[in-house]
Every structure is written in C-alpha cells, then in structure tokens.
C-alpha cells in the first residue's frame, strides 16, 4: 500500500470549495491589492482552517508565502505582532536564542537581556544597533500572497476595533487579507452583530462559505497516522467512514480527526488475535463513529450506551413483527411504533441495523456479529 493517500489529479483542495480556491488564485496573483479582504465563513468544525491550510501548502509548491495569526484569545495588537514578527524571522525567534517574548521586546527596544537558565539572573547583555522592526516593509515583499486572520469570533478584542486594525493592513498597508470567521456565533450576540455588520460593509469584498470538504479532510488526517496497519485499515474504509459521517448528518470535520485518533489507540490495545479479524476490526470502527458522532453531537449520553442493546432488540422485534403480519390493524400497529423510534440512534444507520437484524439478535449477548 502506497504510504500516503493522495487527492484525485493531486489538489489540494476538492470539489466543493474549488470555486473559493480559484478565487483566492486570482486574488493573489493581482498586480496590487484590490483594497478588500475576503471572508470565509462557516460554522466550528467545518473545515475553514483545514481548506486555509491546503491552500498554504499550493502557495508553498508556487514558490510564495503567507501569513497566518489566529485571534483565538488574543486581547491586544502586541500579540498580533509578536506572531508575524516570529513568522518573518524565523531565526531570531527560536528557542535557540531566547524565549520569544523575550526577543521581541528586547529588539523593538535596542538591547537584549538574555536569562539562558531560566534562573532569573541575567546572563549577557546584546545590544542590536537596528531601526525598529518593519514588519510591514518585509511582507510587502512580492514572495508573500497572503495575511490570514482566522477565529475572529473568538478573539477577546472589540469586534469593531480589530476589524479597524486589519482594515489597515488592507487599506493603508496595501496588503492581500483573508479573515476566517464563524459568523453564526458572531451574530449571537446583538451589540456584536451589529458593530460587526458596520465594519465589515467597508472591510469585506467577497464573503464566501466553507463546504465541509470530508474525502480531503479524511485523507489528510489519515496520512498523519503513524501505524501502518491502523493506516491500511482506514484507508481500506474510506467509504465506510464518509458513509456513517453522512447518514449521521454531521457537520464537524474535528469529530472524525478524534475518532481516528481514538481508533489508532483502541486498535493498538486489542489482542493480536483481534487485530486480525478483520471483519471485527469494521464493527470497532462502525461503533465507534456512531457513538462518537452522537455523543458529541449531544443526541446520546455516554451513560446511555449500555442501555441501547435492549433498545435496539425492541425495534428489531417490532421490524420482525411488522414483516410477518400483513393485516390492517397490525399494520396501523406497525405505523404507530415505527413513529415511535423512527428517531432512534441505529435506524439511521441501516448498514449496520441489517447486521444486528439477519444475526438473530445473538449479538446482544456480548458479542459482535461477525463472532457469530
């Protein structure tokens, strides 16, 4: 098996935000910048970080560069700074020199004070005959396409005071501007909503929404795994895996990343004897992405799992009962107790539904249908 699952004709973004991807191309190959930033929006989980990050990758392969800050929790512009400054001197940042606040302040000022064993005691004095920093200067460098400003609905600063401050990145700077944001939880707030409306009419040119792109997310997450074996296994359930995800109508892409993970960890603790069951290994995973999915998408509780084997054989039994009846009145019976559970965890999932159905309900006595 090939050691990396790659994307059909390699893109790097799949079809249903290729019509965003070939905007962001135009925009970045824009002689200057057309004075407006682009939004892309969508809701937590659907993969806008992800698709910002594959586009990255394709500006990489081009030869260019860009810059990328999240305002998860940032509560001043210095924090902001201190981000592209890392990112644009990647040397005198590193942990090598000094601990990166450290440098940053030391620079702006002129002079380093350096504590190298964290013992509180200074241990060397350097003294940088410099101007100050210029970010700015250096991004405006023709290698670097793009300023990236993802989580804007969680960063701690005033909604309308840092969508001013990069307005000025993308006014006075002259600089190419994307802003990720989940507008949803923007708009829960009121006052928010509408400083954030205000703003946003001057700042934003093109609004775009992010499809949750699950083949790429899959096989990017899936490349990232370590085992070989528990690789081949995914990769060989590509279909089980997006078949599960859409019938349980997620809309969370980081929902799959844990349960990936999760699986890697519960394969590894199975006997080797199981782990070579391969029809066993399927159900593992089966189960795993329902109760996953369901459990944080807040429709089951993880007390509530023991209980859904006697659940699950009722309905059976009603299924049962209805295929073998074929008068009116059972019939009306029939429609009433599927109304019942018509909204039940299982249902939706018919592959597996089937599985437990054609078993004989044996697989309620503390194994799986396979074992049977």
């Known amino acids: 098996m090939p ?11 799949s079809e249903p935000n290729q019509h965003i991807e070939q905007y962001l191309d135009y925009y970045c190959e824009l002689p200057q910048s057309p004075k407006f930033a682009i939004l892309l929006k969508g809701k937590w989980g659907c993969g806008k970080t992800w698709f910002i990050n594959q586009y990255r990758e394709k500006l990489k392969t081009e030869g260019k560069k860009s810059l990328y800050v999240s305002l998860y929790g940032i509560t001043n512009y210095s924090e902001i700074e201190d981000s592209l400054f890392k990112q644009l001197n990647p040397l005198l940042a590193s942990k090598g020199m000094v601990i990166a606040g450290q440098i940053v302040k030391g620079l702006l000022k002129g002079t380093l004070k350096i504590d190298l064993d964290n013992d509180g005691q200074q241990d060397g004095m350097w003294n940088f005959s410099i101007p100050e920093i210029e970010i700015l200067k250096k991004f405006e460098d023709s290698q670097f ?115 990936i993970l999760d699986f890697q960890r519960i394969f590894e603790g199975l006997p080797e004897k199981a782990q070579n069951k391969s029809k066993l290994v399927e159900e593992v995973l089966e189960l795993l992405i329902i109760f996953s999915i369901e459990i944080a998408c807040a ?13 699950l054989a009722k309905e059976i039994m009603s299924e049962i009962r209805r295929n073998n009846h074929s008068n009116l009145t059972e019939k009306n019976n029939a429609n009433t107790e599927n109304t019942e559970h018509k909204d039940s965890i299982f249902k939706k999932y018919q592959k597996l539904y089937n599985s437990y159905y054609f078993s004989g309900l044996r697989a309620f006595y503390g194994v799986y249908p396979s074992l049977l």
Do not use: W
């Open 299 to 311: 429709r089951l509780h993880p007390q509530e799992i023991s209980r859904i084997d006697q659940e």
């Open 3 to 13: 050691d990396q699952i790659t994307s059909t004709n390699n893109q790097y973004i």
């Open 145 to 259: 396409s793009l300023l990236i400003f993802d989580d804007l609905e969680r960063c701690s600063i005033n909604i309308e005071n840092i969508l001013g401050y990069i307005n000025n990145f993308v006014d006075s700077q002259n600089l190419k501007v994307v802003i990720i944001a989940n507008e949803d939880e923007i708009n829960n707030d009121r006052d928010k909503q509408e400083k954030y409306n205000k703003t946003k009419e001057k700042l934003i040119g093109k609004t775009f929404d992010v499809f949750p792109d699950l083949s790429g997310a899959l096989h990017t997450t899936i490349n990232q795994i370590s085992n070989s074996q528990v690789k081949e296994i995914l990769t060989k359930n590509l279909a089980l895996l997006q078949e599960l995800y859409l019938q349980a109508e997620c809309k969370n892409l980081r929902i799959l990343n844990q349960v």
